[in-house]
């Protein structure tokens, strides 16, 4: 046997498959490396909107020692609200009672019963120049002697209910948005955007606009918003 001719073919063939090893962690490498190369960047989509739905919910109190009498004042409360409603250009249909309640305590140091009765009315409607001059003109009600009660009632809630008419382009435009930011990143990378990995669409708000705050309901000219976020392959 020549084992000089053995040992150089044993070695051809250790160096083949070192080679080859080589090859096999070098791409198995390339694919880690291109499989964990991944973006997550967000994109925004906003939408200036007008509110379509105006709620008011007016409640009053009439108090006294007399239920008979009580009964009567919050009568004639009711029958002024009516009225200043019907005179802001409200119709029958856009005013609707609300209930009523009625507490009562012994007042043992005056020697008298304290009887309350609180009701509440609400006007609703699409008109949002009417509800805004109504709102504005509130005091005409008190004038008419009329105790509005802050706890069972208070301010006008302005709602956008035709978000389902905005969401598919909004969502669109979010999208498009965060595939620009994705394409910024791969272009500072040296990179290039894949596709999606992962997406998450975030909760849509409604806030105030024009530099108002809260949650947008105390306002009709507000403004909707989306985040998405998104994980994109870097190639």
Known sequence: MDWTNSTVVSGALIGAGLALAGLFVSGGLADIRKGNAVVTVRG??????????????????????????????????????????????????????????????????????????????????????????????????????????????????????KLNDVKPAMIAEATKSAREAADQFARDSDTRVGGIRQATQGLFSITGRDGETGIGTDTPYQKVRVVTTIDFFLD
């Open 44 to 161: 925004v989509a906003e939408r200036d909107v007008q509110a379509d739905l105006a709620t008011w919910v007016i409640a009053t109190q009439a108090n006294g020692s007399d239920l008979g009498t009580v009964q009567a004042r919050a009568d004639a409360d009711a029958a002024a609200v009516h009225a200043f409603l019907s005179a802001n250009g409200f119709t029958p249909a856009e005013i609707q009672p609300r209930g009523s309640s009625v507490s009562q305590y012994m007042d043992n140091s005056a020697g008298r019963l304290n009887i309350t009765i609180r009701q509440r009315i609400l006007a609703r409607t699409t008109d949002i120049a009417r509800m805004e001059k109504a709102f504005a003109n509130q005091a005409e009600v008190i004038r008419k002697g009329v105790a509005l009660d802050s706890d069972g009632g208070g301010g006008v809630t302005y709602s956008f209910t």
